[in-house]
DNA sequence: AGACGGAGTGGAAGCGCTTCCACACTTCGC
DNA sequence: GCGAAGTGTGGAAGCGCTTCCACTCCGTCT
């Protein structure tokens, strides 16, 4: 809703004394506009406070200069979960930059994803940025379909190869992790999973595996949490049951992990001498007691490359999407 | 950016057999439309999967349908905060009843605080909701400049007499912490506080102090903290230093309570058997040992509170905005 | 000197929608 | 039976902007 006496260009090219074609040229910065009338549109501009108006702008141009992000589960728990809030940010920064404006769409499944669809296809937002943060819905689909630029944060689970992504590969950090353990001499290693509809609970409980298997040691002692510290912490005591003679654990977020070291701490084992523990994520993994060792998980990197890779399809929409996958970093402390 | 092949309402209104006037109000929901026609719009619209182009409506008639989320210190501390979380769900529930978009503007002090004051200035949107969980910058007298629709969650500290705001009564519910210690015979209270810049942390302060002051006790025991756990275990052991003899202690949020729980434990002191400690917001309150009892700071209630000022300026701007000012509800548990 | 190309400009046609206004057609009260 | 009121409808005028196109000046090249 514009205030009562907004200026239009009309009335700046007016008080420019020129066209209101050449008043247009000159606020959107093209070059052929000579520098007498560039100059007295832009004092114009200034003296009447002239903003203009996106609706007519949007209408004309067909973009409207935001990207919707789409945040398909937002329970209590996405939010204070501290990836969201950098990711948010980060998405806003790359954004700024190319002055697009960041809409936020929270979308229950169910009822809200028809208003959220419906949304993206109005035609709204020139593209849209999807937090996958959990199991991705049918979103990645549904997007494919409606032909809107858009770009997830963490590889979709199904349709990744039809839409732009980026990810840490999850499965080598995985590896990673796990050939740490082996290195310490670990024979008896566990493995704390996510939960296994979530890319990243997938891949790491993959990569795990596969380091196991190169190695030729036991695949078995494995249990799913669902990424929050209570249930990391009855994974560990299951596995600690299961399997007394444990040396190793790797868990799939420091979150669970930090459950985990109280499990043993309960159990009276000690962290790393009895059992070597690595985390993944490095979330607050550094005030743990002892420090977790632990795999970076670059939340701010991984959405402005995802930001990235949509200003490139709103660029060329017809250029494909190349997923962008970030080699994963082991960050060593005093855990493993 | 559209489809190419978007159908417009001409499109429908041809279909349709109808004019373009008739087919508008039918899809608008007009009254003066007859079945017939209405039947008829309703059918070419399903038919060729029609969406009214946004922009287009919204030069016409001046309306977004969309209302800005203004976040003024995106930090991560903000995103972390639950309170955060409940808020912006609470207001995306209540704007989607009425169909209308959130668009977040998290508005970094500094460069990005005039993007986000054009932004508001530009026609983007209908109204503002800001979420002063901070300072709020100069924020209430800018916008009450604009023009533009607004309400505050939390009370503005300053310019609070001008906008629509939604708070709880912290003075009250500070007063019935310090009161309810008063009863259980504490005589040397102390008070950690929150920072003074922020409306909560002054009002949280002011109840104490009226309670006390109504009691005739020392007002001096305070100690002042930022909101953090870490802030919270310090500002109680500076108190615990220079009043030996506390015996009740009231916190101004339950995340620095927890950490002055833990200055008291390794004081050696008990809780309540020592010290009786209230805190403030239950958040997590009932996580803390012993279980805290608390004052209630229901975020989603004020930010739904909030929201509804707001619609209520955009159905009448001429209305007064009325603040709101919920009754504190004080939770017993194990603490005091 | 005349033709040519480029730079700068203005006129005007849209972009897709809402809504005022005028009109035709019913229905009602007297 | 006739004017008044009410009901549905279509024509057309915008909303404020961008951009195609045509046009006028220039300086430059044969």
Redesign the interface.
Known sequence: ???PG?PTLDEVARLAGVSRATASRAVNGSSRVSDRARDAVEAAVRSLGY??????R??AT???D?VA?VVPE???R?????F???T??AV?RVL?ER?L??????ARPGE?ED?TL??L????V??AIVVSHHRSDHLAEHLGG???PCAFVGRPIVGADRVAWADTDNVAGARLATELLLERGCRRIGHVAGPGDMAVGQDRLAGHLAALDDAGLDTEPVEHGDFTEASGEAACARLLTAYPDLDGLFVASDLMARGALRALAAAGRSVPDDVAVVGYDDLGADHCTPPLTTVVNPAGDLAERATRLLLARLDDPAAVPEPVLLPPTLVRRASA
């Open positions: 809703m514009d205030a907004t903003v203009a108006n996106p609706a007519a949007t209408l067909r973009r409207t935001s992000v937002p329970d209590d996405v939010f204070s979960d501290p969201f809030g950098r948010l940010t806003n700024a002055d404006q960041l809409v936020l769409l929270l809200e208003r419906r949304y296809r109005g035609g709204h020139d593209g409606l032909g809107l």
